[in-house]
Structures are given as C-alpha cells and as structure tokens.
C-alpha cells in the first residue's frame, strides 16, 4: 500500500472517531448520570423524611408509583420562544373581562374582605387583584400533582437543593393534614392552589381562616385571601398607602434615577418635573417614592412606594407588579 494511500486512511479513521466523539457529545450518548437509580434516590429521601417527622405511611400513600414527569423538565428547561412587551403582557394579564370579574368577586366576598382587611391591613382590591393575577379568581391553578413534579425537579438536580427542601415541605403539609396527595395539584414548579403557594409559603404564611381546622388553598376563599392578606403584611405591606402610580417624566429626564434603589420624596420628584399622568401635579403627602420604567430605560414610567417592593417579594417581576397594581386601581372599590 503506497504511503500516501496509509496517511490518509489512518486521517480519515482520526477524523471519524472525532466525528463520532463530537455527535456523542451533543447527543449525551455514553455520558455518566451521576445520579443514583430514581428508587434508589427516593429512600435517601425517605430518610430526610422522617428526620422531618413525616411517617413512612404519609411518604409511601404520597409517593406511591412516582416517576419524574419528563415534561416538567421540559418546561423547567424551555426558554421563550419570544418576550412579550409590557403593553402585550397587560394586554393578556389585565384585560377589561378580568376587571370586571375583579369588581363582582370584590362585591361577591365583600364582606369576608372586609373582615379580612381589619385583621390584617392589606386592602381588599388588592388582594383580589393578586387573585386575579395569579390564577383568574381560581380558574387556573394547574394541573400537575405537586408531589411527582416536585420529585421531579428535586432528582433532576439543576436546581435540586431548593426543589428537595420544597418537597420536604409538601410531604409536611399532607403529614398535617391539610390536603390528600391526591388533591395536591399545582403548577409544573410546584406552586399551589388558588394564591398560588410554594410549599415554602403554604408553611410560613397559610391561615385556616375559616376554622374548620386545616388550611385548604384550592377550595377556600377565607383561606386563599387571608394567606395572602398574611403573606403580604408580614412582608411589609402598609395599609394606608397604595403601590404607585403612572406619571410624566420631563424631557430629558436623568435615566439614572430610575430604579429602586434612588428614593426621593414626592415634593423632590415634583421639583424635579414629574407629574401624573394627566399633568396634574403630584400629592402633597410626605410619601417617599422610586422611578421605575415599565422596560428598563423604557416603556411607560410609575412612581412606586414601599408596597410595590412588597409585591416585588411575592413575584420578582416588575411586570407582575405594576400588572397587580393596575388591575387593584382599576377594581376599585367594586
């Protein structure tokens, strides 16, 4: 065999076992799991069970038959196919038809609200915004059982740490009795019932508000609003203020005071050319207040107070916020 003939055999056998490498490489072919067996990794949780005080009783009727659900990990691994624009986002989370189911189930539980409001200080348009916003006044609370999603998430292991402490709790919340496995069904995340709780959430803040001796997120209006009522004043919601509000930045206005980090106080703002948003000048209460942009440095500009950080606690999305904000201050009082 001439040499040359040799040489390029032996590059073209190089090249395929690279070829091969490469195609394995990006299809996961003949990578290592670190991970133990499923069944394996479910008794190493057992045992974090029961140092928890969960029985092997409560563990066993709950995990019963559990696999990981692939398309949990899928939507936990999808990214957006696009981004929606502040005015799309408003438009799909904040339409005229749920404004005017905001106000008839403000009227509908007026009472309860009422009730709620003395107790806790968070005023009932807001709350039912926040119901609003978060799962349609309960018509959308989702449709994964809570427990396999979160075994799910928790074996995965990108973010299995904080996903293994919320199935603890979940496990916690069927040990006390609040709800069946069976019943406990939420978003792909985990996210429960009609506020929309972690398990995290459902175990610092949910209140049996009703009385009847469990707290029940899916089927109790009591229980839905004063947990969010409890979640938000213990965040520190202040009761004789609202969020913000829309206003008119001056020409030229500094971008680098947009954020929440540059407070001021309302005379300050208006001293430096801001002005609601049909030109009138702003209060004259002694409230201090930030500039954020509803995009960024762009978009429609608010002038928020303390309880617009507070929403920020319950949902990290400026979005989300001024979105709950806006549905409470259309609401009205009903």
Known sequence: MPAGTKKRRS???????????????????????PRPPFAEWLQGLRADARLAGIRDATF?????????????????????EFTLTFREYMDRVVPPAR????????????????????????????????????TDFGRQTGGFPVVAALATLAYDGRRSAYF?????????????GHV????????????MGQAQFMPSSFRSYAIDHDG?????LWNSRPDVLASAANYLKRSGW????????PVNLPEGFDPRLTGTGVVKTLAEWSALGIARADGTPLSARPLKASVVRAEGDKGPAFLVYDNYRTILKWNRSTFFAIAVGSLADLIGDG
């Open 11 to 33: 590059w073209l056998r190089v090249a395929t076992a690279a070829l091969a490498l490469a195609l394995g490489a990006m299809s996961g072919a003949g990578a290592t799991d």
């Open 60 to 80: 066993d009727r709950a995990l019963a038959g559990v696999e990981p659900i692939p398309r949990v990990i899928e939507l936990d691994r999808r990214q957006p």
């Open 99 to 134: 404004v005017e189911k905001g106000r008839q189930r403000l009227n509908e539980n007026r009472r309860l609200l009422d009730e709620i409001s003395a107790k806790y200080g968070v005023q009932g348009r807001f709350l039912v915004a926040f119901w609003g916003v978060e």
């Open 164 to 176: 293994r402490k919320e199935l603890i709790f979940a496990l916690e919340i069927v040990e006390r």
């Open 180 to 191: 069946t496995p069976e019943r406990m069904i939420g978003s792909w995340a985990g996210a």
């Open 212 to 216: 009847d001796g469990r707290i029940d």
């Open 238 to 245: 202040k009761g004789d203020e609202t969020w913000g509000r």
